[in-house]
């Protein structure tokens, strides 16, 4: 990207994994594609508002809960988490009303990341962060106390994953979480601030480090369309 200043990165690599999908618009409305993403991932798993399984994670010697309602919640309610996009964090949906004043703010936390972990060029390759995506899921139902007992072996490899008995399986960081996140910032700004506006709009912490979703939380967008 370095090379190519100006460059989409989402567009420059469209759809080399599922999620790498480029905006449309010079000035997003990033409630609508926080939206759009929710009904992309909303499939037939999907069992219900706080009807699925309640999941307890141990993460950066903290318990926190979510309910599963459909399977990538297992990974993206982490996520939000960890990065501090969810509502009741700090940052509001309403601040998505000036798209150009979320995409600074996206811009500040890429920084922050940065300046956190200093993740260095190597460990900052395209292909590695595609491939790390099952790796990363698998990290987090260790940390859910989740069997991954079907999984491929080589993503088991990848992932360091051995079984549920204890010390079989690495679950994951708030650095493994940063850095997937952080290649979003060097795709562009647009694009990390894309992926916090999803992770924002469908999720919020809760009292007892539980995250809710939708109609528990301070905004809940409309998803009857």
Request: charged share 20%.
């Amino acid at each position: 990207m370095a090379e190519h200043p100006g460059e989409d990165g989402y567009c420059y690599f469209n759809f080399t994994g599922f999620w790498v999908s480029p905006l449309k618009d010079e000035d997003p409305d990033f409630v609508d594609y926080a939206i759009q993403g929710i009904n992309g991932l909303r499939g037939p798993d999907y069992h219900g508002h706080n009807q699925g399984r309640l999941l307890k994670y141990h993460f950066e010697g903290q318990v926190v809960t979510t309910y599963m309602d459909s399977s990538h919640y297992s990974f993206d309610d982490l996520y939000g988490y960890s990065l501090g996009y969810l509502q009741n964090q700090g940052l509001e949906p309403s601040m998505m009303k000036n798209s150009s004043h979320w995409i600074e703010l996206s811009k500040q936390k890429c920084l922050e990341i940065q300046e956190k972990y200093h993740f260095q060029d190597e460990e900052l390759v395209l292909a590695d962060w595609l491939d790390d995506n099952q790796a990363l899921a698998t990290k987090v139902f260790c940390a859910a106390n989740l069997s991954m007992e079907l999984t491929l072996p080589s993503i088991k490899a990848r992932a360091n994953y051995k079984s549920m008995q204890e010390g079989d399986c690495e679950p994951i960081t708030a650095r493994d979480f940063a850095k997937h996140h952080y290649i979003k910032c060097l795709l562009g700004y647009p694009n990390s601030a894309s992926d916090g506006a999803y992770l924002n709009v469908r999720a919020c912490l809760l009292e007892g480090n539980h995250i809710g979703h939708f109609s528990d939380c301070p905004y809940s967008p409309d998803m009857s369309f």
